[in-house]
């Protein structure tokens, strides 16, 4: 094998960089030009990496175990004093906890019924993360195969966590609620039985959501429960959100600023659904008003 | 050789994926960003580029960051790297530390500033500011860096003395310039 001599590389190494730097930066530029989703190449390097993500997932999660489970049995000494004493205050939590639950397990089902009836969900498996830590977004190992289709609700049990951003036939990625890109519509308290209106966005910090848009004379307290009002047309209405953890109250005037910590954990999701939601069509008066289709008219 | 260097810059890329779904702080080791600084100082800043471009657009295509900003930082780092190495000695175990992170920092400041320039900028920085983003980003590839560099030498028979050897026979190829081509 015959190598370059140093001049040589020396020559060419400016020309490949002015080359290369010159083709990231057209990437970059057609990105950011182009707004309607993500890049057909994106979706299907991520199809093409997600069998090999799976399964370096699949044995890393098997060697943490094992490690873990040292690391673990140090702590146990300790851990069985605290959890003796714990035990008592838990027995008597417990029997509050039973009444709950069976409360919980009723509503559950209730859910449960509403939704297999209105529309189906499609379980998926969180089998990647964003490799940059500027960005959040999930890799979840269904795809249009699975009938996985851009801009579909991912929830959890415990709440919303995204929607798709971009789908291969094996995979699709997953912007979370707690992106600042993205939004949802919401209210506090129960949907129809109160005016909290507002939208819900990433606030960027700690995880946590902002909610805009309340009007100052609705009354928001600390630990109501957030819901998806559905008027975003990608979430359907009624879905959990969060719960409200701080209230910057609003005037006559000015809107309250509210924010919420996200009902579904975010940063240790493992599964979660896919809903096939179909946002009901827009009547006829909402097709016809003034200000829409106003580029065709003219 | 030549795909034992392709399953490297591979395996970063879906490690750095995967590694973050195992744990979140894991993501803050920029496993491609280390591969490419240790293949930019073995002196070939052409191969230097090429891996920079590859390991920064195989990043770029699993994030939800703009497609050619991690390419674009990357072959920025491993070419200047790559000139730098043939000027003064960097390609040593201890000084390959600070290199790491030297190139770290400098590769997350182009990558960001990549993002600002083109009004995308960044907007869920994992450690909540982007000035401890940056610094846990700086220090977790210092870290892992150095280790997987090591692992690297054993992968590619790479041994102190080895390197030293070769510098100083480079150092004096570049003294007598206009060398034939070598034969391997």
Request: hydrophobic letters at 45%; glycine letters at 10%; aromatic letters at 8%.
């Amino acid at each position: 094998m015959v190598r370059s001599t140093q001049k040589e590389i020396r020559q060419r190494a400016p020309i490949w960089l002015i080359v290369l730097l010159a083709l990231n930066f057209g990437l970059m530029t057609w990105q950011a030009k182009d707004t309607g989703g993500q890049p057909v190449i994106k979706a299907w390097a991520q199809s093409a990496f997600s069998p090999v993500q799976r399964a370096t997932t699949g044995v890393g999660g098997a060697g943490i175990g094992f490690f873990r489970s040292f690391a673990d049995m140090r702590n146990a000494v300790v851990e069985n004093e605290t959890l003796k004493k714990r035990l008592a205050d838990a027995e008597n939590e417990l029997r509050e906890a039973r009444q709950s639950r069976d409360e919980n397990e009723r509503l559950k089902r209730l859910l449960d019924f509403t939704k297999d009836v209105s529309f189906k969900s499609i379980p998926a498996r969180v089998i990647g993360r964003d490799p940059s830590v500027w960005f959040n977004s999930l890799i979840i190992n269904r795809g249009t195969t699975s009938g996985i289709d851009l801009d579909m609700p991912v929830v959890t049990p415990e709440g919303i966590v995204g929607r798709v951003v971009g789908v291969g036939p094996v995979s699709a990625q997953v912007m979370l609620l707690t992106d600042e890109r993205s939004a949802a519509g919401a209210v506090v308290g129960q949907l129809g039985q109160s005016n909290a209106i507002g939208s819900v966005r990433g606030y960027g910090k700690n995880g946590l959501l902002e909610m805009r848009y309340v009007s100052g004379l609705e009354t928001v307290n600390v630990g109501d429960y957030v819901v998806t009002t559905g008027q975003d047309r990608i979430y359907p209405p009624g879905l959990n959100v969060g719960t409200v953890i701080e209230v910057k109250p609003g005037t006559i005037n000015t809107p309250q600023t509210i924010y919420v910590r996200p009902g579904a954990r975010l940063e240790s999701l493992q599964e979660v659904a896919v809903l096939d939601y179909r946002p009901p069509q827009r009547t006829a008066p909402e097709r016809t008003l003034p200000n829409v289709d106003k580029g065709k008219t003219k | 050789m030549k795909w034992k260097l392709a399953v490297c810059v591979g395996l970063a890329v879906v490690l750095q994926s995967s590694l973050r779904a195992l744990w979140p702080p894991l993501a803050y080791a920029d496993l491609p960003l280390v591969v490419v600084v240790y293949f930019a100082l073995q002196r070939d800043a052409v191969m230097a580029v090429m891996i920079g471009t590859v390991a920064g657009i195989g990043s770029d295509l699993l994030s939800g960051g703009l497609l050619g900003a991690g390419g674009f930082s990357m072959t920025l780092t491993a070419y200047l790297l790559a000139a730098l190495v043939t000027r003064v000695m960097i390609d040593n175990a201890l000084i390959r530390i600070p290199v790491i992170a030297g190139a770290s920092a400098f590769e997350t400041v182009v990558y960001f500033f990549m993002h600002q320039l083109l009004g995308q900028p960044p907007v869920d920085p994992m450690a909540g500011t982007i000035a401890e983003t940056f610094a846990f980003k700086i220090i977790w590839t210092t870290v892992v860096g150095t280790t997987v560099a090591f692992l690297l030498d054993m992968l590619f028979n790479e041994s102190p003395g080895l390197r030293r050897r070769r510098h100083f026979a480079f150092r004096r190829r570049i003294a007598r310039r206009g060398l034939t081509r070598r034969k391997y």
